[in-house]
C-alpha cells in the first residue's frame, strides 16, 4: 500500500524549474525545410588580352583603310567634275527641246562629258543652274569641267552649232519652213504654228488676224542668215522679223505714210513686184502698172498671174483664172488677200517710190524680160507672136 501510494506520487510529479526557461518563449515543433538544390559550378571565361600597340596598329589600319578609300574616290569625284584626266576631244550634244536635266544628264554621259550622272545633277542643283540649258546641238571638249559644261549649253554659247543660209527674194513662207527644217533650224510644224499663233511684239503686226499659217507671209525678210541647229521657232522667225524692222529708214517710212497705204498693202503690192519682175530696173514699172490700174480702171482688177498660183498652192489645186479664191486677182477686184512672198528692200522700195508710166499690161517674152505696153491691141498682138513666153500652168 505504501508502495502503489509511493507510486502514484510518483507518476504525479512535475518537475519544477521556475523561470529558467522564460527568455526561450514557447516552444514549437521544427518544421523540415525542402532540401536545397547543388548550384552549379559556373565557369569563368579566360580574358583575352592583346597588347595596347595592337589595338593601335589595328586603329591606324582602319583609319589608312578609310582615308585610302576616301581618297580614291575623292579622286574619282574631283576627277569628273574638273575634268583632269578627260581626253582633248570634241564631241557634239543633242539637247532636245523639252529635255529635262536627267535626260540632259544621261546624254552627257553618252558622250563621255561625265561619269557620274548623280554628281552632275548635284551640281547643277547647288549652283542653280538646271534650268541653265538650252534646245540645240552644241560642239564641247571632253576637257570641259562642270562650270564650262553649263555655260557651253546655252543659247548664247559660242559651242552651240549653227548653219548659214540665204532666204532668196521671193520665197513664201513655207518655202522658207521647208529650207529652215531641211538644214536642221526648226520643224516646218513648229515654224507654221509659231507664225499663226505666236504674239511677236512688232507694231507693224497688230493688225494681223491670228490662226493662218502664213500670217507672217511678207514679212519675213530674205536675206543671209546664221542660225542655231534645233532653235526655238519663234527665235527663228523673230530673227527674220528683226531685220525687217530694222530694213526701212526714216525716208521709207515717211514715203509710206505719205503713199495712203498700210505697210500690209505695201507689202502685199510689193510681193507681187518680186514674183513678177524679171530684174531690178523693171520693179519701178510694174509697180506703176499695178498702180495704173488700180486707180484708173473701172473694175481694178490687177490680173496677175503669181497671185493665183499662191492662191492654188494654198488650196492644193491647179492654176486656173476662174480659181475661187481670194487670191485670184482676175476674178476679185483691188489688193489680194495678203502678200503673195517675202520680198526684198528693191520691190519694196519700188511701191514707194514708183516710176510714173502710162503702162496697163505687160508680159515676158522670151529674151527673160518683161515688155511693157499702154494699151489692149499692143499687148495681145505681143502674147501672139512667137516673142512671148508663156507662163506653163502646173
Excluded at 135 to 140: H, S
Excluded at 206 to 233: H, I, M, Q
Aim: glycine share 6%; charged share 25%.
Amino acid at each position: 500500500m505504501a508502495n502503489e501510494q509511493k507510486n502514484n506520487e510518483t507518476r504525479d510529479f512535475t518537475p519544477d524549474f521556475g523561470n529558467t526557461f522564460d527568455d526561450y518563449g514557447e516552444y514549437s515543433e521544427p518544421v523540415a525545410e525542402a532540401p536545397a538544390r547543388p548550384q552549379k559550378r559556373q565557369r569563368h571565361l579566360k580574358r583575352l588580352r592583346f597588347p595596347r600597340l595592337f589595338w593601335v596598329a589595328l586603329f591606324v589600319a582602319i583609319a589608312v583603310g578609310l582615308g585610302l578609300l576616301a581618297a580614291k574616290w575623292g579622286w574619282k569625284w574631283a576627277d569628273d567634275v574638273l575634268a583632269l584626266t578627260r581626253p582633248d576631244e570634241n564631241v557634239e550634244v543633242v539637247i532636245n527641246e523639252n529635255d529635262d536635266l536627267d535626260e540632259i544628264t544621261r546624254t552627257l554621259k553618252d558622250v563621255g562629258a561625265i561619269q557620274y550622272e548623280w554628281l552632275f545633277k548635284l551640281y547643277c542643283k547647288f549652283s542653280g543652274s538646271e534650268d541653265y540649258f538650252d534646245p540645240g546641238v552644241y560642239t564641247i571638249n571632253l576637257t570641259y569641267d562642270y562650270h564650262a559644261l553649263v555655260n557651253n549649253l546655252m543659247a548664247s554659247a559660242g559651242s552651240r552649232e549653227t548653219v548659214k543660209l540665204m532666204i532668196v527674194e521671193g520665197a513664201d513662207s513655207f518655202e522658207i519652213f521647208d529650207l529652215l527644217e531641211k538644214n536642221g533650224v526648226c520643224s516646218r510644224e513648229k515654224l507654221e504654228e509659231a507664225a499663226a499663233n505666236y504674239a511677236f511684239d512688232y507694231e507693224f503686226l497688230e493688225s494681223l488676224p491670228y490662226g493662218a499659217s502664213n500670217r507672217l507671209e511678207g514679212y519675213l525678210f530674205p536675206d543671209t542668215y546664221e542660225f542655231y541647229l534645233k532653235d526655238e521657232p519663234q527665235n527663228v522667225l523673230g530673227r527674220l522679223l528683226r531685220n525687217f524692222n530694222a530694213r526701212l529708214d526714216e525716208d521709207d517710212l515717211e514715203a509710206l505714210e505719205n503713199s495712203g497705204y498700210t505697210m500690209h498693202q505695201v507689202l502685199t503690192l510689193a510681193s507681187i513686184v518680186e514674183a513678177e519682175a524679171a530684174n531690178d530696173e523693171e520693179r519701178p514699172r510694174v509697180a506703176s502698172v499695178m498702180f495704173n490700174r488700180l486707180a484708173d480702171w473701172e473694175t481694178p482688177l490687177l490680173g496677175m498671174d503669181s497671185t493665183v498660183f499662191y492662191g492654188a498652192k494654198l488650196l492644193g489645186t491647179s492654176f486656173s483664172t476662174e480659181l475661187d479664191s481670194p487670191y485670184n486677182t482676175y476674178l476679185y477686184p483691188g489688193l489680194p488677200a495678203g502678200p503673195i512672198c517675202n520680198p526684198g528692200l528693191n520691190s519694196i522700195r519700188a511701191i514707194l517710190y514708183p516710176e510714173d508710166t502710162d503702162y496697163y499690161y505687160f508680159a515676158t517674152g522670151v529674151d527673160g524680160v518683161n515688155h511693157f505696153f499702154t494699151n489692149s491691141s499692143d499687148f495681145e498682138a505681143f502674147v501672139n507672136s512667137d516673142q512671148y513666153a508663156p507662163i506653163i500652168a502646173d
